[in-house]
């Protein structure tokens, strides 16, 4: 538990995207106020037709606010198909006005590389022109840009001065990432305690990953006491609040104390609703449940599907458990092709036991070729980085002489190796190549 706590306490609040106007500049005739306004209601009642086809007329007369709009709402697909390649051409014309809500969105859509091609600079470009002109919003992005060095070099200090700015116009994101600042001393000296009044004066604005945030500090007794209830209760209002994260570390807490069938059911609940938000955490976790089958019922299928969805999200764990899971001849799922490929993967990421598996695989032809070269080198490099398993087999290869030459002490040597892991067939190769050696000594 404490872990998947500490790694998460490096994320960040993400940037923030695509902002409306709803208000006209005092320059504005009546009419065009009048028609305005209108478009803003139907948008804020949720009529989009009726408010892209008021704003749609003054877009086109040059009015920026109603070309900002237009922006969100194409890229959104509100009022009629989504197009982003619109969205950017409103974005564009709002911003070379000088609006500064479609100059912060023309950022963000830089930086996601939506209607334009995706460029670092320009984004940064785009959200310090609205930023200078006071637009929290482009404030809190352009302060995350500094931090995360996108389109700018990486700076902390100036990241803490555009959050600074941000957090004066009650943006609650930019009250989160001072938080965030002070949390891991990075760009300030680490201080928890001012940590936890800015994640608090986040949460009170209504950011669910203050509480989140607030959850850890209390779990971890950093900066204070140590205690369990303030961090579920945390835990509780992020989630409640919508925070997948939170979700999901309510969800831990909660089945560690879990005395029932109906408080576990709960917990569970917790963890598949971050699931099914997309947290990557939450997917492996649901996965592991439902594999285990004693906090809910086993379900390998749907287990099988959440571990699937967290592996293509780049979970490091995942792809070694799918392939084990399809590499288990017990497990109705059984599928050596399939295991094949996941373990392809787990290989990618450099984990010794997925090497060592392949290995096998590949030896036997299972699933697919034949391919005992590449075995080999899967079964060295597994045995190199201190994998029992590859060791014995590395160890067989040599005293078989398969694709290497022949040689007793090369088997000798890995075969000792394994067999301090106690390896039961590399103790038994260990006293076969050592009584041979012998024997040629003689």
Known sequence: MLILMCVWCEKMKPIIGVVLALGLSVSADNETKSQFQRGVEALEQGIYVTAREVFEPLAEQGVAEAQTNLCGMYLNGQGGPKDVAQAARWCRAAAEQGEPQGQSNLGYLYRRGAGVAQDARQAARWCRAAAEQGFGTAQFNLGYLYQTGQGVKQDDLQALHWYRLAADQGVATA????????????????????????????ADHGDPMGHTKIGVIYFLGQ???????KAISAFFK??????????RLLSKLQLEAASS???????????????????????????LILFIGDQAPQDMATATQWMEKAARQGHPEAPYLLGETYFDPSIALYDPAKARKWYQKAVKLGNPAAMSKLG??????????????????LYETSAQQGYAPGQYHLADFYERGVVVEKSLRQAQHWYAKAAAHDIAPAREGLARVTAALKRAER
């Open 238 to 247: 992020g989630a409640e609040g919508g925070d997948p994260v939170a979700m």
């Open 360 to 377: 096998h695989i590949l030896e036997n032809g299972l699933g697919g070729v034949r391919d005992l070269p590449a075995a080999y080198r």
């Open 223 to 229: 900066g204070v006491q140590a205690d369990r209830h």
């Open 261 to 287: 069938a109906h408080e576990r059911a709960s917990a569970v609940a917790w963890m598949r609703k971050a699931a099914q938000l997309g947290e990557r955490e939450a997917q492996f976790q649901l996965a």
């Open 175 to 202: 009250m989160h990432g001072i938080g965030h600042i002070y949390y891991l001393g990075k760009g300030a000296p680490r201080d928890y305690a001012i940590a936890l009044d800015w994640f608090r004066q986040a």
